[in-house]
């Protein structure tokens, strides 16, 4: 394999536990260099990215105990072989979102947390090919900050943490400059690295050459994190600005020598205007002066999007050139489904390096390759290196997801679940409504006579594909079947809101659809770009609306009743949710910042599913997936409403009784698995 740079001198897992000061002060004394310097020369820098990799190491699916090739780290991985090669000079960083989302990561974290001397699967398999800097994503904060710091090797300066602990760590050094910690005022992790490196390149006589770069990389997660993981941060931790905290240490790393600066940004781009708690802040982030290159992640998006209609056109966006306000950038989707290359044009000037934009390029590649003769999409191969490092702790997984916990008479899907099916959605709500039920009659007098409520969401809902979807079988239920209901480790919280606010809560929900015009004779697509995992839905027999899809954002929600009457808009409800939802769903309810919450569970609403499911082991269509609490108001179309799903689903839309849903087009053309259905809103 080769190696991405000669290392001037090894700090990977000494910068973790060092202050930011004395890991300059080594980064400085470490030197690099040829015997003699040129006056000119070339070179090119290609920087690598993985983003938003969320311990999907192996190609397998552990909801669906099946191998899925569409992404997996161990096939980026052959992509990274083959840039090291077709490139002399690479750095290859990874941007967060790293070590949670699959079972085998809550398996290391929570079922069987692993020890201080053991590194996490997904760092040893990252291991195998040395990455050379990386940053946290807002899902590094989801376990709390104790294993944060176990798993990054110690030395975390933070309220509840054991600083003086010294264990495994990552492989890499961690760079972040906007979370600040509350005991320390300085930042959680180094803010930024110099890599001092040498690299390949070519003088004007047209010689090899060997000449010493210092490469700076700077670190910025997104601002999200004091709401999503309020019960782990709150007092621990401020976070600041992207642009901020670039604007503050950017010309520090330049004082301090750095040729080049890259940016790792756990976000994305937005066009809305700048604020400091800014989730996708890239768009401004670009423009702060001294950065050479931006890797960007948590849209789960692409950039540069090669599609007709790209994704982020928006001014300064360029995805022809692969630049954001003319800097190189990439986002390198999720999954390990591409890796990210910037490739940078350096020149010489006899003392120093600086990039010439004008001739530097970004692009992803891509694991997908093509299409067989069937037309199913082809992917690279998997990197043969790769599975053997986490072989015992993968099978240790399946071999726990695979505990049975209960039986269900039918198949539990969202593949129509944007279109009134509460499959898979009633039975967490069940789960929810529950443990919060129990837990206010027992604890909060003040609301034992409040009605109790639940809401979910359909967490996967399509959008990594037609097999992005929660399917769960008839038959035998294991705890890999709650897995698949209940994607996220998030934690039950329980609000109280009246019957106005829960209105205005499912309003925002509501977004989920575009409008459609009963009189267009032209096709329309009912699913907008509205995140499926936040089309909160009631499927309870108690709470009954329509979702009028011909009006506008805002004034959809009708005939909205509370046990067969009008709801009362001053009625109060106590509603089982998450901890996300609770604490940072402002633009549902202004009062979802944490002001209305009265319970903050400690418990992930995942367990709480499990320990229902084996409370209630027989589920059944009739008792825990028929709550048809909401519908489409009739009307009536000229064309076609149509959306799509998986291929092959219509079953489970007919077992639903959605009589209204047929098949439009068995493929959709994406290559995707999904099919196109029509729904007739006339019925």
């Known amino acids: 394999m080769r190696t991405p740079f000669p290392p001037a001198c090894d700090f990977r897992t000494a910068a973790l536990t060092l202050t930011t000061l004395a890991a300059a002060a080594l980064l400085t004394a470490c030197g690099g260099g040829g015997s003699s310097s040129p006056t000119s020369a070339t070179a090119t820098l290609a920087v690598l990215e993985t983003t938003d990799l969320h311990f999907n190491i192996r190609s397998y699916d552990y909801f669906k105990l099946a191998d899925d090739p569409s992404y997996g780290f161990e096939r980026t991985a052959t992509l990274i072989r083959q840039a090291r090669s077709d490139f002399a000079n690479t750095l290859l960083v990874d941007n967060g979102d790293t070590i949670q989302g699959t079972a085998l990561a809550d398996y290391e974290a929570q079922v069987a947390p692993i020890a201080c001397d053991q590194q996490l699967s997904m760092y040893k398999a990252m291991g195998v090919f040395k990455f050379d800097a990386g940053t946290l994503g807002n899902h590094e904060f989801n376990y709390g900050l104790p294993f944060l710091n176990q798993v990054l090797g110690g030395g975390l300066q933070v309220d509840g943490v054991d600083a003086s602990k010294k264990c495994a760590g990552p492989g890499y050094p961690m760079a972040l400059a906007n979370v600040i910690s509350s005991k320390t005022n300085a930042p959680l992790v180094p803010p930024y690295l110099v890599l001092e490196r040498e690299i390949s390149g070519t003088d004007s006589d047209g010689k090899a050459v060997k000449l010493p770069i210092k490469i700076g990389v700077i670190g910025f997660t997104t601002p999200g994190i004091m709401g999503w993981d309020k019960r782990h941060l709150e007092g621990k931790v401020q976070v600041t600005g992207a642009v901020e905290a670039a604007q503050k240490y950017v010309p520090e790393l330049r004082s301090k020598g750095a040729d080049v600066v890259v940016a790792l940004l756990h976000g994305g781009l937005d066009a809305s205007e700048y604020r400091a708690d800014m989730e996708n802040p890239g768009l401004y982030l670009s423009k702060v002066a001294g950065i050479d290159a931006m890797v960007m992640g948590h849209q789960h998006g692409v950039f540069p999007d090669t599609a007709a209609q790209p994704a982020f056109s928006m001014a300064g966006v360029d995805h022809q050139a692969g630049t954001v306000n003319g800097v190189p950038a990439v986002m390198a989707s999720s999954w390990g489904k591409a890796l990210g290359v910037v490739v940078l044009s350096l020149k010489w000037d006899g003392k120093a390096w600086r990039v010439d934009r004008t001739q530097s390029k970004s692009a992803l590649r891509s694991t997908a390759t093509g299409k067989d003769a069937a037309g199913k999409t082809t992917y690279v191969a998997v990197d043969s290196s790769i599975a053997p490092v986490v072989e015992r702790q993968h099978q240790a997984a399946i071999s726990y997801v695979k505990t049975p916990v209960g039986q269900t008479d039918f198949r539990m899907?969202?593949?129509?679940?944007?279109?009134?099916?509460?499959?898979?959605?009633?039975?967490?709500?069940?789960?929810?409504?529950?443990?919060?039920?129990?837990?206010?009659?027992?604890?909060?007098?003040?609301?034992?006579?409040?009605?109790?409520?639940?809401?979910?969401?359909?967490?996967?809902?399509?959008?990594?594909?037609?097999?992005?979807?929660?399917?769960?079988?008839?038959?035998?239920?294991?705890?890999?079947?709650?897995?698949?209901?209940?994607?996220?480790?998030?934690?039950?919280?329980?609000?109280?809101?009246?019957?106005?606010?829960?209105?205005?809560?499912?309003?925002?929900?509501?977004?989920?659809?575009?409008?459609?015009?009963?009189?267009?004779?032209?096709?329309?697509?009912?699913?907008?770009?509205?995140?499926?995992?936040?089309?909160?839905?009631?499927?309870?027999?108690?709470?009954?609306?329509?979702?009028?899809?011909?009006?506008?954002?805002?004034?959809?929600?009708?005939?909205?009743?509370?046990?067969?009457?009008?709801?009362?808009?001053?009625?109060?409800?106590?509603?089982?949710?998450?901890?996300?939802?609770?604490?940072?769903?402002?633009?549902f309810l202004p009062e979802l910042d944490g002001r209305a919450t009265i319970y903050a569970s400690p418990d992930a609403n995942r367990d709480v599913v499990i320990a229902y499911i084996k409370d209630h082991p027989q589920v059944t269509r009739s008792a825990n997936g028929a709550a048809h609490s909401w519908r489409f108001a009739k009307t009536p179309t000229t064309g076609k409403v149509l959306f799509t799903s998986a291929a092959n689903a219509l079953p489970v839309a007919q077992a639903a009784g959605l009589a209204h849903v047929s098949l439009d087009k068995a493929d959709d053309g994406t290559g995707t698995q999904r099919a196109v259905y029509r729904i007739d809103l006339g019925r």
């Open 413 to 587: 899907g969202t593949q129509f679940a944007d279109v009134g099916d509460p499959g898979a959605i009633q039975l967490v709500n069940q789960a929810q409504q529950d443990y919060v039920q129990r837990y206010v009659q027992a604890n909060l007098p003040q609301y034992a006579q409040l009605p109790v409520l639940s809401v979910s969401a359909p967490f996967k809902s399509g959008f990594q594909g037609g097999a992005d979807y929660t399917d769960v079988a008839a038959g035998p239920l294991a705890i890999y079947n709650a897995a698949d209901l209940y994607l996220y480790p998030n934690t039950v919280y329980a609000v109280k809101v009246n019957g106005a606010q829960i209105k205005r809560w499912l309003e925002a929900a509501a977004q989920r659809f575009n409008r459609i015009d009963p009189a267009a004779t032209a096709d329309q697509w009912l699913i907008s770009s509205f995140p499926g995992y936040n089309f909160d839905m009631f499927t309870s027999a108690d709470m009954q609306y329509q979702i009028d899809v011909t009006q506008p954002v805002g004034s959809r929600i009708v005939d909205l009743q509370y046990k067969g009457a009008p709801i009362d808009p001053a009625q109060d409800f106590v509603i089982a949710t998450n901890n996300y939802r609770a604490t940072s769903g402002k633009s």
